[in-house]
């Protein structure tokens, strides 16, 4: 590599306190990189190679080097990187421009290219970047189809990306109320931060008494107001101030959160002063509730008879009961004046697999008065996975009207309060995902893959053109809960669980020409006939090793033959279980066939060429145990790797050369010394086993697999059918007792061994002479 690994974190403090850069606020700068990742050609996420790297907060500036160097000397064309960047979750992409499943909403990434001859690098420069886990992904473009054969020469890139950042340590706190005096110059922004309250509903930011050192222009002091950090799908809200003040208002801004306050100058070389303060009003917010020490998790759910019940103190718990329609429904959260805000239990099943449940029970209600609040922190850990929402309004006990329906918002870091036909689902600084529910469309389902990392708000409130008359409260079921993959990929796809270092995510992989984020797009799928066509091939062409196994017992190759037996019968199955789409069958373990698949592959070449050197039985046997245990142990370390099939074909092409040169030099005559098996066995045989190699080695590709590789099954068993050598003169059965004696009629004959000897038996016929 033309550069090296760097590991870790550096941090380098920069101890000026006071510049011309800087003013008053003191900053620092940090640097990460990530190790060196091959990149792969896309053909799903997991070729994907994932980095994640954490922007702390109050960081300035963010930036990027993305690095890519080739891994081989040899001349490769130019290649394209591409370079994805997501904040607070892994990037969605599409490069193969699928069709995504139904009611799956995703939000496109800043994507970069990167060409790359032999070594490439770029850079990305981002200003007040939002705080948090921010997520590079790069492949290069779309895969061929071609299949590599590992051990091979190939065109390898590796890509690392590192960053730099420059970050605030002591940036001035902007206290509600209270004016700050600040300055601005023009390289030179005043930064300030301020904290948002939970249960906000508007946030003011005003700039007052602006004036320059050299005075006023004309009443223009040309300052830009700048609320929010910037997350690429997101921008901050810019205000250009005029005369002497100005102000920016952001409604719904984020809860629990602190909120960049960033001010800079347009005016050359003059520096401004002016005054700052911050108003937030909480304009909607419920009572305090609690838990008491006598409180069990039945009564969170409704189930306890004691209700009403309160107790003072800041750790209260109040329950009310609520009466639908006879239907008792008991709230954990009590009516607001604005709000209902329904407790949510969080339940962990497995990895990427969380549920939200309502501490009420599963039925929520909903009201056209003021909205419904329920609230899902989803964590970092939650982030590689698919968000799902399923509503359902329950028309049991109540029936809407025809312009009535249930309106739900699902925003992040904020909800939207106000919900009527014309308030979008959206929050001053982030969008949401509006739904709706009705008595002809009673269901809706979003799905949002890869979610961002935060405090998730889920609105709901009941809508009605004019007035909603008897029908002003209804029930409805919000499901909402953390999958791995979307529906688990469906019956064409395969939810595989991937890790970049200490961070987990899921795709789907998709078979059958089946393809997508869910593989739901069928533009490429392949038919069941065509399906069933492979099957057929890659399984009925095994039985070619049928007439190997036969010549094999024809010439007493009891041993080899039984090898053959196995591999026909393991390369079978393994290749009916390995098949894409419904036609599939396996008899066993998957993992189990394909390692027996292979192990037989190899052990069939090995024994053969051993059986061409004829060499002494008790050195060839000798040289199938140990030959077949090593083949064993290198299969479980590596079982596609080069050199387990290149290692015992030298080995054995080794020992067949060696002791043909020996039988040539000791008999002074080229050995076979027939000009007819070399004519007619060994070099058709050499041929068959040579176009066989190539086939699989250089044209199997994912579209034709099913039929080359069917062919490389028919050339290797024809391979072995020539090369066997012919039967030895006077040869008993291979590997069995010499007191076998094996005859196509099957016949039975016992020798007996006395102390080491075999008494023989004359078959001298005696002579009688008639007279």
Known sequence: MAFSFLRGLLFVVLTTWTSADDGPVTFVSELSSKPAQKLSKYGWYGNVRLHRFHVPEETAVARWLFSVTKGHSFNCGQHNVSIHIQYGAPPVINPTGTVFPNATLWSPCLSLILPVTSHGSTTFNLSNPAPGDWYIGAHLPEDDGRIEQKGFPSCSYFFQPQLSIRRAVDTPTLQQGTFLQQTAAPDRPARLKLYVPEFASSLSVSVADCSSEEGADGGNCSLVLSLGSTSLQHRPVTVNCSGIGCFATLSNPPWDTWLRVVVENSLDNRTVTFSIVSNCTVGCKPKSVGLKADDNIDKLRGNSSDTNSTSAGNNSMITDTVTLNNESASLFTPLSACVWSIPVLYEEVDV????????????????????????????????????????????????????????????????????????????????????????????????????????????????????????????????????????????????????????????????????????????????????????????????????????????????????????????????????????????????????????????????????????????????????????????????????????????????????????????????????????????????????????????????????????????????????????????????????????????????????????????????????
Request: glycine share 6%; proline share 5%; with cysteine.
């Open 352 to 771: 990427l697999s969380l549920r939200f449940t309502p501490a009420s029970g599963p039925n929520v209600s909903v009201t056209d008065a003021h909205p419904t609040l329920l609230t899902y922190p989803l964590y970092t850990q939650a982030t590689g996975g698919t968000l799902n929402l399923q509503l359902t309004l329950n028309t049991t006990n109540a029936t809407l009207g025809n312009g009535s329906s249930v309106v739900a918002c699902l925003s992040p870091w904020a909800p939207v309060l106000e919900l009527n036909h014309s308030q979008p689902c959206r929050t001053a600084l982030f969008g949401g995902y509006s739904v709706r529910v009705n008595t002809s469309d009673p269901k809706a389902v979003v799905r949002l893959p890869f979610p961002q990392s935060a405090t998730w708000y889920l609105t709901l409130q009941l809508t009605c053109n004019s007035d909603c008359g008897n029908t002003s409260l209804v029930s409805v079921v919000p499901e909402v809960f953390i999958s791995a993959c979307v529906e688990d990929c469906g019956i064409y796809g395969e939810c595989r669980l991937l890790r970049s270092y200490s961070y987990l995510y899921a795709a789907c992989v998709c078979k059958a020409g089946w393809s997508g984020w869910g593989c739901t797009d069928n533009s490429t799928a392949q038919s069941y006939r065509r399906q069933l066509t492979a099957t057929l091939l890659l399984t009925l062409s095994n039985l070619s090793f049928l007439p190997a196994i036969v010549v094999a017992i024809k010439r007493c190759y009891i041993t080899e033959a039984s090898v053959y037996l196995f591999t026909m019968f393991f390369s079978t199955f393994y290749h009916a279980c390995d098949q894409p789409g419904v036609a599939v069958m396996c008899i066993m373990d998957y993992d189990a066939l394909q390692y027996c698949d292979f192990l037989g592959s190899v052990c069939s070449i090995w024994v053969t060429i051993l059986c061409m050197a004829r060499i002494r039985d008790a050195f060839k046997y000798t040289l199938f145990m140990l030959g077949a245990l090593l083949i064993a142990m290198s299969m479980q370390l590596d079982r596609k790797g080069l050199w387990n099939l290149l290692g015992p074909v030298l080995c054995a092409i080794l020992c067949m050369v060696t002791a043909w040169v020996y039988r040539g030099v000791q008999r002074r005559h080229c050995y076979p010394p027939s000009w007819k098996r070399w004519v007619l066995f060994l070099i058709p045989g050499a041929i068959c086993a040579l176009i066989g190699v190539c086939l699989y080695i250089f044209t199997e590709t994912e579209d034709n697999y099913y039929y080359t590789h069917s062919l490389w099954h028919i050339l290797v068993a024809s391979c072995v059918v020539f090369l066997l050598p012919p039967k030895e003169k006077n040869r008993e059965a291979s590997g069995w007792s010499r007191g076998w004696n094996w005859n196509w009629n099957w016949s039975w004959s016992w020798r007996p061994r006395v102390c080491g000897y075999t008494l023989c038996q004359s078959d001298k016929e005696e002579l009688h002479t008639v007279t």
